[in-house]
Structure formats: structure tokens, C-alpha cells
């Protein structure tokens, strides 16, 4: 009924597109099958507020890496971060939450220090400023005259 050219079209377009669908699921679903070019580092924070996993690591504006996971250890937030392996952060290193514009999304800031040390995977960083709740300062501001 067919020819046997118009099978062999068909079924080589059914593998590329099948090629396609799994290339697509592997990067939208953030698999990494040969490897991570990242490297996990962790901080403490009283508080979170806001901040969600995925949101960006940045220093200095420019993206370094994403929260991977914040969980709750000792009434802190511990806030697990993947950084990438071309970037170093210092031991001296303040990580702070931090709003983009007004009404923006939380992300956190890395502020480098001096220090000659180097984070390595799962290590943890000492210096943290938790995010800032306008609820409580208008609270504070009006409640506490």
C-alpha cells in the first residue's frame, strides 16, 4: 500500500521527534545525566520570608547559582544553595535575602569578603541577614509609640 521510502520517512521523523520530546523533558525537568557543574553550599537564617526554592543567588546583579532546598533545623531556616563550579565563595561571605524592586521576588545576595578560604561542597556559610517584613515594621512603627 505504501511505499517502502514513505516507511523509512515515517519512521525516522517518529525518532527524531521522539529524540526531541526526551531531549526537552531532560532540560525543562533540570536532570543532569553527565554530571553537575554545581556545587551546594548551605546558610541559616531566622527568617525567609518569601523566599522560595529556585529563586536566584546573585553577586554583585549577576546570577551565580539557585536555592535548592530551605528546610527548618533548630527553629532557623537552613537554606540549601547550588553554585557554579566557576565561582568561588570566600568563608567570609555574607548571604542575605533580598526583594528585586518594591514588590519583587526574594533572592539571595552574596556579598564576598577578603578572605584567601574557599567554600566546598556542603559547607556552611556563618554570616546571614534574614529577610526584612514590612508587616512587622509597619507594626512596630504604629504599635510600639
Known amino acids: 500500500m505504501y511505499g517502502r521510502k514513505t516507511e523509512i520517512s515515517v519512521g525516522v521523523l517518529m525518532v527524531l521527534g521522539m529524540g526531541c520530546l526526551v531531549y526537552l523533558s ?5 536532570v543532569n545525566l553527565f554530571g553537575s557543574d554545581t556545587y551546594t553550599i548551605k546558610a541559616s537564617f531566622r527568617s525567609v520570608e518569601g523566599l ?4 536566584t543567588v546573585e553577586i554583585a546583579g549577576v546570577p551565580v547559582g539557585k536555592v535548592k532546598q530551605i528546610r527548618l533545623e533548630e ?10 563550579n566557576t565561582t568561588q565563595i570566600s568563608d567570609d561571605t555574607i548571604a542575605s535575602v533580598r526583594t528585586k524592586g518594591i514588590i519583587g521576588d526574594k533572592f539571595i545576595k552574596l556579598s564576598p569578603g577578603w578572605s584567601e578560604e574557599h567554600l566546598s561542597e556542603n559547607d556552611v556559610l556563618m554570616d546571614t541577614e534574614s ?5 512587622e515594621l509597619i507594626n512596630k512603627y504604629l504599635f510600639d509609640q
Not at 52 to 55: D, L, Q, T
Not at 131 to 135: C, D, T
Request: proline share 4%; glycine share 12%.
Open 52 to 55: 522560595e526554592p529556585g529563586a
Open 75 to 84: 527553629n532557623d531556616a537552613l537554606v540549601e544553595m547550588e553554585i557554579q
Open 131 to 135: 529577610a526584612i517584613s514590612i508587616e
Open 26 to 30: 531532560i532540560n525543562l525537568g533540570g
